[in-house]
């Protein structure tokens, strides 16, 4: 990437949580010490090739928002907090008109907390080549297609198939082209759930697959927050470790 592109993440934070079974937003629930939001946002403040966030909250939370992840936790990258609409699609799009003068444009969803620079980095050697990528990874399952009465209809080919994650990551000029025709031709026919669809259904945009984690995962259920801080204690661990056998087990640099 250029010195003069400018890489802005939409960041975002307005999901209801209702599947939580709490009256706590999900993104704002402890995982560890921070929130849950928090890690995806550090990780892109930490990212160098990201210039900009905009964090899409929930209506009514813009000021919290930027009281917590602006003014306490200090993400200077953050230049916009807006609030998103009723759909996910309608939030995207929210954040897409909150940029200016923008190269590319990453589009993560802050329940994701575990995104990391090696994830990022395969992202932008994709964007070099095309203008859109999502990630993901090859499904380990079997998976089956059932019909209305919940019969298998036919078992799909696992090797053709992945888990959609995010970031998924566009040429901004592309992707503001896709929303901007999907919102003028008013409700989709499809039900749009993620940004990739839109590309594909509205541009008939090639879309890269890139390999993501299978720890990269979205929390959803209290099942998956379980999960998150067993992955994050593991996390933890492994730093830990690398940094013991760096410096030596008292803490002194080793030569």
């Given at each position: 990437m250029g010195k003069d592109m400018k890489n802005v993440a939409i960041v975002l934070a307005g999901g209801s949580g209702s599947r939580m079974k709490c009256n706590?937003?999900?993104q704002y629930l402890l995982l560890g010490d921070y929130p849950v939001l928090w890690y995806s946002l550090h990780a892109f403040q930490n990212y160098p090739l990201i210039d900009e966030i905009v964090l899409v909250c929930g209506a009514g939370e813009v000021e919290?928002?930027?009281?917590?992840?602006?003014?306490?936790?200090?993400?200077?990258?953050?230049?916009?907090?807006?609030?998103?609409?009723?759909?996910?699609?309608?939030s995207v799009y929210e954040g897409l008109k909150a940029i200016e003068n923008c190269d590319y444009v990453l589009i993560h969803d802050g329940a994701r907390p575990f995104i990391d620079e090696e994830i990022l980095n395969r992202v932008f050697d994709a964007l070099l080549e095309?203008?859109?990528?999502?990630?993901?990874?090859?499904?380990?399952?079997?998976?089956?297609?059932?019909?209305?009465?919940?019969?298998?209809?036919?078992?799909?080919?696992?090797?053709?198939?992945?888990?959609?994650?995010?970031?998924?990551?566009?040429?901004?000029?592309?992707?503001?082209?896709?929303?901007?025709?999907?919102f003028r031709r008013g409700t989709p026919e499809v039900s749009v759930t993620d940004d990739a669809m839109v590309a594909e259904y509205v541009l008939n945009c090639p879309v890269k697959l890139v390999e993501g984690s299978y720890g990269n995962i979205k929390?959803?259920?209290?099942?998956?927050?379980?999960?998150?801080?067993?992955?994050?204690?593991?996390?933890k661990s492994k730093n830990l470790r690398a940094y013991m056998d760096h410096t030596g087990k008292n803490g002194m640099r080793t030569v």
């Open positions: 706590i937003r999900k919290q928002c930027r009281d917590q992840f602006v003014e306490q936790y200090g993400f200077s990258k953050i230049k916009t907090v807006t609030e998103g609409g009723r759909e996910r699609y309608h095309l203008p859109a990528c999502a990630v993901g990874m090859p499904v380990k399952d079997t998976i089956k297609m059932s019909d209305s009465g919940g019969f298998v209809e036919r078992t799909l080919p696992r090797e053709k198939l992945w888990m959609i994650q995010t970031p998924q990551s566009f040429s901004y000029a592309v992707i503001r082209q896709a929303y901007d025709e999907l929390i959803t259920t209290p099942e998956d927050l379980y999960l998150a801080e067993s992955l994050l204690a593991s996390y």
